[in-house]
């Protein structure tokens, strides 16, 4: 495997890091971190020369991230992120990922890459460290300015890469990573990136569709993105998700819900001719068209191939709808969903275990027609059971942040709050039931009494925290006024309206969006 000039051994790329400062190991570390950092030590011994390493800051499905000290040639110590990639990833996906921290890394707010080892199918990224926050910690705590400055520096971060040509494909908080008190920001993870036709990083040019699929788990550990029980404690816990399929003697509740998760369809556009073809196209009919059914044709159907990746959550419609021309501005989408998320002051704000319920999500607050409209443009046809509103931007925002009057504070939570709508359920029949953030989650009405995806609600007990909640209302308004939520300028909604422009064709690009009024000072 050839991967870039940076991963020779032995060579870093300021030639700085010389003397090991192995040895200085803490002794009271975790029994399970311990065993993952020995790990690591024997799948790549080279690090050993160069790195005590700490602790472990990062695990997905990908990679696991370590904290790594070096000692430097001037006596300093400095830290580095080390990222160990998963053994199974394509040779080709890890130099591309480099190849674009190389390329595009270490200026605007893209993190930049220092070196990197390899042994065997093990690859370690090093990069340097940024301490960050978490933004589901501080999103309660944020300012206005805050959260106008994260966007902006976001927007600079996307409009670099798209420069290069590079699709991010996983723009999401967890990915952008974020200094409160030294207002650092750093765009990480190009694990998922893909090309533009112009792109300037070769290995883009590669057709890496399909390289990086759910990996088995390695290293032997847990897996954070899967629906596992949080690991409160360092005990191992197997990577376990139920998928629970509709029996044959389902009873009518669950019927409901599986219903409800095939109400909304993303099915083959048809031309507006009311016969279709019936030559080369004949299988292709079914008798489920702009019905909320799918009939034994659609099921059999092959699925169309496009590129699929990200969170489902911050996904765009065309990706959810697996438009085959897919861009620059999927990336866009998924800012504006962050912008939505802040300004809202959820985290996450949509919350979806597939891609029919994100696309729901979506239409519950951009309107169902206007995303069928944007679907049609694209070349995809949208069907939805019902029709759902188009919701006023700050209206929405103002409510879930409680500072509007919503028509009841909470419904109960899920299954029973969603009797009455079909289009909102967030559990499919595959949803893994003893998810526990599904357990405790709320959904919640916004002013137009429509249920909205809900998240980030701590899960108290409606009924005893009630009068604490009415009494804390006014002292959080006034605590949210100074931190400037009393007046947000109409041009930050615009702004997360260009942002959210379901087709990508008119959605605003990152260059334009630094140039909007809401950033004229910056
Ligand atoms: P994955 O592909 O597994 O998501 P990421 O590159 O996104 O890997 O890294 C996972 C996590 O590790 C990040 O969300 C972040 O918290 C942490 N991390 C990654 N790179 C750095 C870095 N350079 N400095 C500090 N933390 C980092
Ligand atoms: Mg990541
Ligand atoms: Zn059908």
Not at 21 to 40: A, M, N, T, Y
Not at 253 to 275: G, H, I, N
Not at 405 to 411: A, G, L, R, Y
Not at 472 to 497: C, F, H, I, M, N
Request: aromatic fraction near 6%.
């Amino acid at each position: 495997m050839e991967l870039s000039p940076l991963c020779t051994e032995g060579i870093s790329t300021d030639g700085c890091v010389v003397k090991s400062v192995r040895g200085h190991r803490k002794s009271k570390v975790p029994r399970d971190l311990e065993i993952d950092i020995e790990f690591l030590y024997k799948a790549v011994p080279q690090l050993a020369k160069v790195f005590r390493i700490i602790d472990k800051i990062g695990e997905g499905t990908f990679s696991s991230v370590y904290l790594g000290e070096a000692q430097m040639r001037d006596g300093r110590r400095e830290m580095f992120a080390l990222k160990h990639l998963i053994p199974t990833s394509h040779p080709t996906r890890i130099a591309a990922e480099l190849q674009c921290l190389t390329v595009a890394g270490g200026r605007e707010n893209v993190m930049g890459v220092t070196y990197c080892f390899r042994k065997e199918d093990h690859v370690v990224i090093v990069m340097p460290y940024m301490e960050h926050q978490a933004i589901v910690d501080i999103i309660g705590s944020l300012s206005f300015e805050e959260v106008r400055l994260y966007i902006y520096h976001l927007l600079k971060a996307l409009r670099h890469i798209h420069q290069f040509g590079i699709i991010h494909r996983d723009i999401k908080p967890n990915n952008f990573l974020y200094n409160r008190s030294s207002k650092m920001y750093a765009l990480v993870d190009f694990g998922l990136a893909q090309g533009t036709e112009e792109t300037q990083i070769e290995l883009l040019k590669v057709d890496l569709t399909g390289l990086r699929k759910v990996p088995r788990p390695v290293f032997g550990e847990r897996n954070l993105n899967s629906c596992t029980p949080a690991p409160s404690t360092t005990k191992q816990v197997a990577a376990k998700t139920e998928l629970v399929k509709p029996s044959k003697t389902e009873d009518p509740a669950t019927r409901r819900y599986s219903s409800a998760s095939r109400s909304l369809l993303p099915v083959r556009a048809q031309s507006s001719s009311q016969k279709p073809q019936r030559t080369v196209q004949q299988s292709l009919t079914c008798n489920c068209y702009l019905t909320d059914r799918v009939c034994n044709v659609c099921m059999s159907r092959k699925q169309q191939v496009a590129p699929r990746a990200g969170t489902p959550g911050f996904r765009a419609p065309e990706v959810l709808t697996k438009c085959p021309n897919q861009g620059t501005a999927i990336d866009v989408w998924s800012a504006g969903v962050i912008l939505l998320s802040l300004l809202s002051g959820r985290y996450p704000f949509f919350k979806a275990s597939d891609d029919l319920i994100a696309l729901t999500q979506i239409m519950t607050i951009r309107g169902s027609r206007e995303t069928i409209q944007a679907a049609k443009a694209f070349g995809k046809a949208v069907v939805c059971s019902r029709e759902l509103p188009r919701q006023d931007l700050r209206t929405l925002c103002e409510t879930l942040r409680g500072r509007r009057p919503s028509p009841d504070d909470e419904v109960p939570p899920f299954p029973e709050a969603s009797k009455d709508s079909t289009v909102t359920h967030r559990h499919k029949d595959n949803t893994p039931t003893h998810c526990p953030s599904e357990r405790t989650s709320k959904q919640h009405i916004n002013g137009a009494g429509q249920t909205l995806p809900n998240h980030q609600e701590h899960s108290e007990s409606s009924e005893t925290t009630r009068y604490v909640k009415q009494s804390s209302v006014t002292s959080r308004k006034v605590e949210e006024d100074e931190r400037g939520w009393d007046k947000v300028p109409d041009e930050a909604y615009d702004l997360l309206d260009q942002l959210l422009d379901l087709n990508p064709a008119t959605r605003i690009t990152a260059a334009q969006a630094l140039q909007h009024p809401l950033f004229t000072d910056l």
